[in-house]
């Protein structure tokens, strides 16, 4: 089974052990993201990922007290008009400028009591072959040994849509030298099953070199593709989902619908929004002990939803992989 518990470590010290679901904020798509925020630390009490770039434009503002790790993620999707798999469009975004100076002086000025995950700097338009982004991840914010440190590995060209993993895998024991491996969901494959099938590909190509290195999915915060990912051997998922849609008996569904089978249909949209950031994480807190349960005894029944076909989507990646 490629699902297992793993820790997310700082050298020897440990940190937090997985599977970990992190609600996400962003100010794309979320102009209004430090009041969200606000609002919702009063429940948030767990791991949470704001971006470098919101930071350096102070759409969001430390110190984030309420959590227990911090990932402090690359600044490549506010500084792009790309969208993620969950996105509607719902909001023109503009990038402002984003650069490798402004990502290093966000973390070479961060000061915090809680720990925190950098995650190398990123732009759309800086691509750059599989050696180069490992060296440039390595030399990451050189005078804070305080950080755990990730990798998002990226597409090598500007004119490339997916990882080619071809050309990843090779390099394992370099990825292996990182605390965690980053993906995003939409660049590792162009179906659910490819997904899932080049995720296990890199988690057996890292245990081949240091055993229980975490993977971390970014853009996947979902009732039913998370779990999936998890089978698959990744570990660590974030994303906006959580702020866009409702959770809803494993599915995710429009935030009206929700409130209108759960608040009533004259509920009036600010308070269902607020509403459903609350009931989202309480979900996504449930979800996250349904899949630790399911590490006891691997036992899909452990999953309250669709336990029968995560199975048999496991079940084809273990036909194709021969795992």
Request: charged share 25%.
């Amino acid at each position: 089974m490629l699902a297992k518990r793993r820790e997310v470590r700082r050298g020897n010290t440990f940190i937090e052990r997985t599977p970990l679901l992190i609600p996400s904020f962003s100010s794309k798509g979320f102009p209004d993201a430090q009041k969200i925020l606000e609002t919702t630390s009063e429940v948030l009490d767990g791991v949470t990922l704001v971006s470098a770039y919101d930071i350096h434009y102070e759409h969001v503002k430390p110190p984030f007290e309420f959590a227990s790790l911090i990932f402090l993620d690359s600044g490549g999707y506010e500084a792009s008009k790309d969208t993620d798999l969950s996105e509607l469009n719902e909001i023109e975004h503009v990038p402002r400028t984003w650069t490798a100076e402004m990502h290093a002086s966000v973390l070479n000025s961060w000061n915090s009591s809680v720990p925190t995950v950098a995650i190398n700097y990123d732009h759309p338009r800086d691509r750059a072959p599989m050696p180069e982004q490992i060296a440039r991840a390595l030399a990451m914010s050189p005078n804070n040994a305080d950080f755990v440190r990730e990798i998002l590995v990226k597409p090598e060209k500007a004119t490339q849509t997916l990882l080619t993993m071809k050309t990843v895998l090779p390099y394992a024991s370099q990825l292996a030298r990182f605390d965690i491996v980053g993906v995003t969901e939409k660049e590792i494959g162009n179906s659910v099953l490819q997904r899932m099938e080049n995720i296990a590909r890199l988690r057996m190509a890292l245990d081949r070199e240091r055993p229980d290195i975490p993977i971390h999915v970014f853009g996947s915060l979902d009732t039913i593709t998370t779990p999936l990912y998890f089978l698959a051997g990744a570990d660590i998922f974030d994303g906006l989902t959580w702020l866009r849609f409702a959770y809803h008996q494993g599915f995710t569904i429009y935030k009206h619908n929700y409130g209108a089978l759960k608040l009533g249909i004259k509920t009036k949209s600010h308070l269902i929004d607020g509403r459903c950031w609350f009931d989202n994480y309480r979900y996504l807190v449930d979800l996250q002990l349904e899949m630790r349960r399911f590490l006891n005894d691997y036992e899909y029944g452990q999953f309250q939803f669709h336990g029968n076909e995560f199975r048999h989507a496991y079940e084809s990646v273990r036909e194709t992989l021969g795992v």
